[in-house]
C-alpha cells in the first residue's frame, strides 16, 4: 500500500519549497520594518471562536471547516483563518491595555475543506498582518501599503488593488435594507435566498454568472454612505494615491461579515484564472466585540502564499528554478581515512558560515564527483590518502575545472575569502 497526500493537500519540495520560504519572508518583510510583532496561535482552536469570530453564516463557518471533538469531548477546529485566533490572543493576554494600536504579524497554514482546484486547496498557507485598537485612515492605508510593497519586493508587477468601503453602524442598516430589497426580487436558489435574510452582502461575492449576471443593478454601498464615511474613505483614498500606489475602486467588492466596517480591499492577479485573488483585507471594528471582548477598532490583511507563487509562476519569475545552488562546497573523500576528515573539514566549513555538503556512502570518484555536480557547489574538495599524508586537500574549482592543492589547515580561511 502506498500513500499520497490528502486530496486538495500537497507537499512543497526542493527546489520549490525554497522558493515558498523566500515568499513568506518577503511578504512579511515590510510589515517587520513597520514595527508588526510576530505572533503565533495553535493551529486549532475553540469551533465557537470561529463560529463567532468568521460568523456563521459565511461560507467558511457553514461548510468549510475541519471540525472534530477531541478525547476531553471539546469541538475543535483547524484554523480556516487568523484573524479570529489574534484578536483571541490579544485578549488573552491583555495586548490592548498597552499601547495601541498593537501591530501584529503572523504566517501559517490555514485549513478550508473547499472544492481543491488550482489555486484553491485544502491546506494552504497565509502570511497576514493586524492593527488592533485604533481608528485611522492612516492606519488602513499603511497596511494596504505593506502588502504592495510585498508583492513589489518578489519582483510581481501583475497584482492590483481594488478598495472599496462598507460603510459603519450608522449606514449600514440602510444599505443592506436597499439591497434585500433588491434581492428579493431575483430568482435564486432556496440557499441564497436565506442569505439575503442573513447576510445580504454575501451575495454580491457570489461567484456564479448565472447569480452575478442578475447583480448588475444592484444598490451600490458607495450610494449610502454617511458624511464619516465617506471622509474616512477620501482619506485613506488620498493616502494611497500619495504613496504612488495604484488601485481601482471597485464598488461591488465586499466581505460579507457584519462586523466587517468601512476599508475594504483585495489584491488580485489575471494571471490566476478564477482563483485571482492573491490577498484581501479590510477593518473590522465589531470583531472583538463579538468574542466577549471590548471595542476595539482594527484593520488587518491575509495574504495567499501558494496564489503569490503561481503569479510569480505566471509572470516567469520562477523560470531558473532548477539553477539553485543548494552548498557552497561539496567534499569528495577518498577512503576511510579521508572521509572521517572530510566529516571534520566540513563540520569546520560550515561553523565558518559557508554552506557544505559531502559524498555520503561509499562512492567512488566518479560517483562523488557527480554529486558535486547535483549540489550546485562552486568548489568540490577533493581528499585523497597522499593529500592526509600531505596535511592538504585538493580545491576544484566546478566552473573552470582548475584545481589548486592547497594546506588542510588554510581551507577554510581561503574558501571564506573566495565566498566573501
Ligand atoms: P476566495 O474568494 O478566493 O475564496 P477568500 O475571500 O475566501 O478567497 P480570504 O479568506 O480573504 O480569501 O483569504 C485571503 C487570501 O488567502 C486569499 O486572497 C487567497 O489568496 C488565499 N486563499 C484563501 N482561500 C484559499 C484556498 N482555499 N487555497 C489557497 N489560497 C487561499
Ligand atoms: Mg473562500
Redesign the pocket.
Known amino acids: 500500500m502506498s500513500f499520497q497526500a490528502p486530496k ?1 493537500t500537497f507537499d512543497w519540495i526542493p527546489p520549490r519549497s525554497e522558493r515558498v520560504l523566500a515568499i513568506r519572508e518577503a511578504l512579511a518583510a515590510p510589515a517587520r520594518r513597520a514595527g508588526y510583532g510576530y505572533v503565533e496561535t495553535p493551529v486549532f482552536e475553540d469551533t465557537a471562536l470561529f463560529a463567532r469570530g468568521v460568523g456563521e453564516s459565511t ?2 463557518v457553514s461548510k468549510e471547516m475541519y471540525t472534530f471533538t477531541d478525547k476531553g469531548g471539546r469541538s475543535i477546529t483547524l484554523r ?2 487568523g484573524t479570529a485566533s489574534v484578536v483571541r490572543a490579544v485578549l488573552q493576554h491583555g495586548l490592548h491595555n498597552g499601547q495601541l494600536p498593537v501591530k501584529l504579524w503572523y504566517s501559517g497554514s ?1 485549513f ?1 475543506y ?1 472544492r481543491a482546484q488550482k ?4 491546506h ?3 502570511v497576514g498582518a493586524e492593527a488592533l485598537g485604533a481608528e485611522d485612515p492612516a492606519l488602513d492605508a499603511e497596511l494596504i501599503l505593506l502588502a504592495a510593497d510585498g508583492y513589489a519586493g518578489l519582483g510581481l508587477t501583475g497584482v492590483r488593488l481594488l478598495v472599496n468601503t462598507l460603510g459603519c453602524k450608522e449606514c449600514r442598516p440602510g444599505y443592506r435594507a436597499a439591497l434585500q430589497e433588491f434581492l428579493r426580487a431575483l430568482d435564486l436558489d432556496e440557499a441564497t435566498r436565506a442569505r439575503i435574510e442573513i447576510n445580504p452582502l454575501r451575495v454580491l ?1 457570489d ?1 456564479r454568472p448565472e447569480v452575478q449576471a442578475q447583480l448588475a443593478g444592484a444598490p451600490m454601498v458607495v450610494d449610502h454612505l454617511c458624511g464619516a464615511c465617506k471622509a474616512y474613505h477620501e482619506e485613506v483614498r488620498s493616502l494611497l494615491t500619495a504613496s504612488g500606489v495604484a488601485f481601482t475602486d471597485d464598488p461591488r467588492l465586499v ?1 460579507g461579515l457584519d462586523y466587517y466596517t468601512r476599508t475594504t480591499f ?2 488580485v492577479h489575471d494571471g490566476l484564472g478564477s ?7 479590510g477593518r473590522y471594528d465589531g470583531l472583538s466585540e463579538m468574542i466577549g471582548g471590548p471595542s476595539l477598532p482594527s484593520v488587518g ?8 507563487l503561481l503569479a510569480m509562476e505566471a509572470e516567469g519569475l520562477l523560470a531558473d528554478e532548477s539553477a539553485g545552488e543548494r552548498v557552497q562546497v561539496y567534499g569528495v573523500p577518498l577512503g576511510e581515512e579521508a572521509r572521517r576528515r572530510m566529516f571534520l573539514l566540513v563540520t569546520e566549513l560550515r561553523r565558518a558560515g559557508l554552506t557544505a555538503d559531502m559524498s555520503f556512502g561509499a562512492k567512488g570518484l566518479k560517483g562523488a564527483m557527480k554529486g558535486a555536480g547535483r549540489s550546485g557547489a562552486r568548489y568540490a574538495l577533493v581528499l585523497g590518502e597522499r593529500d592526509l599524508a600531505a596535511q592538504a586537500v585538493q580545491l576544484k574549482d566546478l566552473t573552470t575545472a582548475e584545481q589548486t592543492e592547497v594546506p588542510l589547515a588554510e581551507v577554510a580561511d581561503i574558501l571564506k575569502g573566495k565566498f566573501s
Open positions: 486538495g461560507d467558511i480556516p483563518e490555514q478550508r473547499e489555486g484553491r486547496y485544502r494552504f498557507w497565509q461575492d461567484k466581505r483585495e489584491f482563483q485571482s485573488a492573491v490577498g484581501g483585507g490583511w491575509a495574504l495567499g502564499v501558494d496564489r503569490t
